[in-house]
């Protein structure tokens, strides 16, 4: 079983930065795709971004320019920094990691975004 704790969330204003963190643990043998969803209220959860066991990426285009993924192997980490964050962003946003052949959740963080 793999564990994932999410970190950094928080209240920002619009313009602002902040940093996600999520770390994998327990019985890993190996880890694939890493990534980041998030859901807004009273809408879907949507992709954010995504970064291979190779460090190739991708990003929604509404973060695009804006919002970096990367990972370090060694610890198992997939990290999220996010510049320049507007209103729109305000989300619980959720880590998701495939490790060992199944598919893993966090339990969400929330950013809130203030004008």
């Known amino acids: 079983q793999v564990q994932l704790v999410e970190s950094g969330g928080g209240l920002v204003q619009a313009g602002g930065s902040l940093r996600l963190s999520c770390a994998a643990s327990?019985?890993?043998?190996?880890?694939?795709?890493m990534g980041w969803y998030r859901r807004a209220p009273g809408k879907q959860r949507e992709l954010v971004a995504t970064i291979t066991s190779g460090g190739s990426t991708n990003y929604a285009d509404s973060v695009k320019g804006r919002f970096t993924i990367s990972r370090d192997n060694a610890k198992n980490t997939v990290y999220l920094e996010m510049n320049s964050l507007k209103v729109e962003d305000t989300a619980v946003y959720y880590c998701n990691v495939w490790s060992n052949g199944r598919n893993y959740w966090g339990q969400g963080t929330q950013v809130t975004v203030s004008s």
């Open positions: 327990g019985t890993i043998f190996s880890i694939g795709f």
